[in-house]
């Protein structure tokens, strides 16, 4: 007998400090589904993943990257996104070129963050 019953599927979540915020950027800028569930909080739809999206007082972003979307051609998802508003991070210790992509060895990633300070990337795939 196992302590975790996955009969139901496992989710992930992250804090924000807006949430109207949040559903604005998830749902406007980066084109997602996201819905309100019944305890007042967020889920983001990602394909068969469900991740929620709950309110924090006081948040704190994470200094890691928290979701990583993979997509099919960086420079294509890093313009579309730079034309909705989005910055790219800009680490020049790592080496990131001027639009914020790391090329320098692993896949093609580049990070942004999201209304709550949130860590997110494109990477290519």
Do not use: C
């Amino acid at each position: 007998m196992t302590t975790i019953d996955l009969a139901r599927a496992p989710f992930s979540g992250f804090a924000v400090d807006d949430l109207p915020a949040a559903r604005t950027f998830y749902t406007d800028t980066l084109g997602l589904e996201v819905t309100d569930n019944e305890m007042g909080m967020l889920e983001l739809h990602l394909g068969t993943a469900t991740v929620l999206i709950y309110p924090r007082p006081g948040h704190v972003p994470a200094q890691y990257t928290i979701l990583n979307f993979p997509v099919v051609d960086i420079e294509a998802a890093v313009d579309a996104l730079i034309a909705k508003g989005v910055v790219f991070q800009q680490y020049p210790d790592m080496g990131t070129d001027e639009k914020g992509i790391f090329r320098h060895g692993g896949p093609l990633i580049a990070w942004f963050t999201d209304p709550a300070g949130n860590v997110l990337s494109v990477l290519q795939d």
